[in-house]
């Protein structure tokens, strides 16, 4: 007769039962994970586009008021006053200034929810599951 000893691990496991609505948190929690990783790209861009709007703000800072300035339109480059062209950079540095606040406003909400239902999972589940990132 082969007989094995237990060990702590092995005595301390218990069935679980997987509910619907378990399943239901844990795949919302997947989604979330996998939004986080999507937003955080995208406030990279934004970032990196901010940050390449105020560059060209400051080098156009240092030319010659009379000058006209190729200004990107779609596909096309106008030229454009030097004045005309810093509040159209401005405008633009504005609108994606908004567009990185809304990206850490969603990751926020969306880590609220994933600790709260981290919380819920690890208290029903212990070591039987893995939500960490």
């Known amino acids: 007769m082969n007989r094995r000893m237990l060990s702590r691990e092995d005595e301390s496991t218990t069935e ?6 378990d399943q239901d948190h ?3 929690f997947s989604t979330l994970h996998q939004k986080q990783g999507l937003l ?4 990279e861009k934004k970032s990196q586009e901010k ?13 010659d ?3 006209l300035i190729p200004y990107k339109i779609g596909d096309s480059f106008l030229h454009l006053p030097l004045e005309e062209v810093m509040q159209l950079l401005e405008a633009n540095k504005e609108e994606v200034g908004k567009e990185v606040k809304e990206i850490v406003e969603k990751m926020g909400a969306n880590e609220r929810v994933m600790s709260g239902l ?3 999972l690890y208290s029903k ?4 599951i893995n939500l960490e990132v």
């Open 65 to 67: 008021e009379d000058d």
């Open 125 to 128: 589940f212990g070591k039987a």
């Open 16 to 21: 679980v039962t997987v509910t619907r609505e």
């Open 118 to 120: 981290k919380v819920e």
């Open 26 to 28: 844990i795949n919302k």
């Open 51 to 63: 940050e390449y709007i105020e560059d060209v703000s400051n080098e156009l800072e240092l030319a």
């Open 40 to 43: 955080k790209d995208e406030l």
